[in-house]
């Protein structure tokens, strides 16, 4: 996803400028078409893996269901903390 970002960045920069460049234009084309297949293969998998997990499923149904809280990131945040099994280093003791 920063990729993604830097690239439009990057093209948005190039739209702006002075002197355009037709060859990085195309490139970052071709770059940003790349990343939408990946992160459209990337959605996918998850989907799919979270359909065979009820338990799963309804930790990200609760969590998406928060504002702001998108599928990526809240695939993320499951699996860095192994579905909230690790404990919470933020508690106080």
Not at 3 to 30: E, M, P, V
Request: aromatic share 6%.
């Amino acid at each position: 996803m920063r990729w993604k970002t830097q690239c439009r960045n990057q093209q948005h920069a190039l739209d702006y400028s002075a002197i355009g460049d037709d060859f990085i234009t195309k490139q970052n084309a071709k770059l940003l078409a790349v990343y939408d297949q990946q992160l459209e293969s990337l959605e996918t998998a998850i989907h799919q893996l979270i359909e065979q997990d009820a338990t799963l499923k309804e930790q990200i149904e609760r969590l998406t269901a928060i504002k702001g809280l998108a599928l990526l990131s809240v695939a993320v945040l499951i699996a860095e903390t192994n579905g909230f099994e690790r404990g919470a280093p933020w508690r106080l003791r």
